[in-house]
């Protein structure tokens, strides 16, 4: 049975996935490498990931990322109690990249799949949207350090709950236009 700190190591560990996920929403008026992260391109004759889908929003998702990895680093002290990973030997900016680079590209990986089906891409389709980012971030990060299975599966629940609830959030807050 996980008890709260375990659940809140995990929440930590993955925080800057999760962060690196909703940035672009709010870098989306930003001109700064504001092009499409498929350069416009299609595959059989629908586009790759779309037109939403940045470099802007690539290039902020992973700054702010490695950003909560520095101050999870910086106050390790204080958060040791729950810290699923030692925050004094990691290097912050590796991590912080694979989470966010990985968070980002679930995410297009989920996209491209949707247009590939005609699925518009404010459409919810469930639990991929809730998921995509996160599942991202544990392959990418798999590649600088392994956990047990169970932190990735947690991880995955606890996330698959709590992203519903931040959109709604946001939508409520007239930061995101859909509710889910």
Same mark, same amino acid.
């Given at each position: ?5 375990? &659940?809140?190591? %995990?929440? /930590?560990? *993955? #925080?800057?996935?999760?962060? $690196? ?68 030997? &990691?290097?912050? %900016?590796? /991590?912080? *990249? #694979?989470?966010?680079?990985? $968070? ?75 509710? *889910?």
């Amino acid at each position: 049975m996980y008890y709260l700190n375990e &659940i809140v190591g %995990i929440f /930590l560990l *993955f #925080l800057p996935a999760g962060v $690196a996920n909703m940035t672009p929403v709010f870098v989306r008026k930003t001109n700064f490498l504001n092009f499409p992260a498929d350069g416009g391109k299609n595959f059989r004759g629908k586009r790759i990931f779309g037109s939403h889908k940045t470099v802007r929003g690539f290039f902020f998702g992973i700054i702010a990322s490695i950003a909560v990895v520095y101050l999870e680093k910086t106050f390790a002290h204080q958060i040791g109690f729950y810290a699923l990973l030692d925050y004094a030997s &990691i290097n912050f %900016i590796l /991590l912080g *990249f #694979l989470l966010g680079f990985g $968070a980002l590209a679930g995410d297009c990986v989920k996209s491209f799949f949707k247009r590939q089906m005609d699925i518009p891409p404010r459409n919810s389709w469930w639990f991929f949207d809730q998921t995509d980012w996160i599942l991202g971030a544990f392959i990418l990060t798999s590649t600088y350090m392994i956990f047990n299975p169970d932190i990735y599966i947690i991880g995955l629940l606890f996330f698959a709950i709590l992203h519903p609830l931040v959109n709604l959030l946001g939508h409520f807050l007239g930061i995101k236009s859909e509710k *889910f």
